[in-house]
């Protein structure tokens, strides 16, 4: 027990410290100022994602319209 604890436990506290933040409503807050902060240096940048991740998201938006398309046929 005590060699998990060194090894281990040691990896899974700061997850489960993260993971906490979710159950109370200052860790909510904190959360999405963090997301907020994130959001607008994006928006400062030139170029928010790479070339490969712009050509997934652009494809899969592409898929989920032409399925939605599709159910309004049904």
Do not use: C, W
């Not at 700061?14 to 993971?19: A, C, F, R, S, T």
């Not at 109370?24 to 100022?33: A, T, V």
């Amino acid at each position: 027990i005590i060699a998990f604890e060194f090894t281990i436990g040691k990896r899974i506290d700061p997850i489960v410290e993260n993971l906490n933040k979710f159950t109370d409503e200052q860790g909510r807050k904190e959360l999405i100022n963090k997301l907020r902060k994130e959001m607008r240096k994006g928006l400062e940048k030139e170029h928010m994602l790479k070339e490969e991740d712009r050509v997934l998201i652009y494809s899969f938006i592409n898929k989920l319209i032409t399925e939605i398309n599709g159910a309004k046929e049904n």
